[in-house]
């Protein structure tokens, strides 16, 4: 994890599908994020589930840093690396003609169980996704967020194996080793995702 079939290739491509008054709210209520890339090559497999996910017109994800009080994060694992010891941030899409917002909330609430409350927009990363034959942009919008209520307990339980909480010390440890050494492109990305993230948690002091 949205537009007319005439539009996708081209949108996607420019990383234009999110609509830019959408993004310009987001900036105004949650904060400037800090801009960055990265570049991964995705195994076969990684590329297949990209190409998918673009044929559906949806070549982005929102993450969300669920941040507990104790100060450790909530996170999730998937079936496809389910008892791997690697857990992430969870993430989604918005649906065709969904607000990014709300589909924060719903992909959150389906993940994790957990109703949150949004605290700063920090990220917003590109992605180059490098497959055999092309090179695929995506994009992340990383937020830091709060829980404000609800049971953590996957609802969407076809995609999610197992949600928990670690620390940033864990996180940035031996889960960063772990998708580093995995050799999935989408590990890499992500294991760059979360170093940013902390990154950017130092430099803005929250």
């Known amino acids: ?4 079939k005439s539009a996708v290739p081209e949108m996607a491509s420019s990383l234009n599908e999110i609509n830019s008054e959408e993004m310009r709210s987001l ?9 960055n890339r990265f570049s991964a090559s995705f195994l076969d497999f990684e590329c297949q589930f990209v190409k998918q996910s673009r044929n559906k017109g949806r070549l982005h994800d929102v993450t969300c840093f669920i941040r507990e009080p104790t100060g450790d994060y909530v996170v999730i694992q998937k079936h496809q690396y389910a008892n791997s010891g ?17 589909a924060i909330h719903r992909e959150m609430k389906e993940e ?3 109703q949150i409350r949004l605290v700063r927009f920090v990220l917003d990363l590109t992605l180059d996704i490098e497959c055999e ?8 919008l990383v937020f830091l967020a709060e829980p404000v209520a609800g049971e953590m307990k996957p609802i969407d339980t076809h995609e999610i194996f197992n949600v928990g ?12 080793r ?7 492109g ?5 294991a760059f995702l979360t170093r940013e993230f902390f990154k950017s948690l130092d430099e803005l002091n929250i």
Request: aromatic share 12%; proline share 5%; glycine share 14%.
């Open 1 to 4: 994890m949205l537009f007319g």
């Open 186 to 190: 989408g590990f890499a990305y992500r």
């Open 133 to 140: 034959e092309e090179t695929i942009l995506w994009r992340s």
């Open 27 to 35: 900036v105004e209520r949650y904060g400037e994020p800090r801009k």
């Open 112 to 114: 994790t169980g957990l």
């Open 178 to 184: 772990l998708m580093v050494e995995s050799g999935w």
């Open 86 to 102: 690697i857990y992430r941030a969870p993430s989604g899409g918005a649906s065709f003609g969904e607000p990014i917002e709300e």
């Open 165 to 176: 909480v670690m620390s940033r010390e864990q996180l940035l440890g031996e889960v960063d």
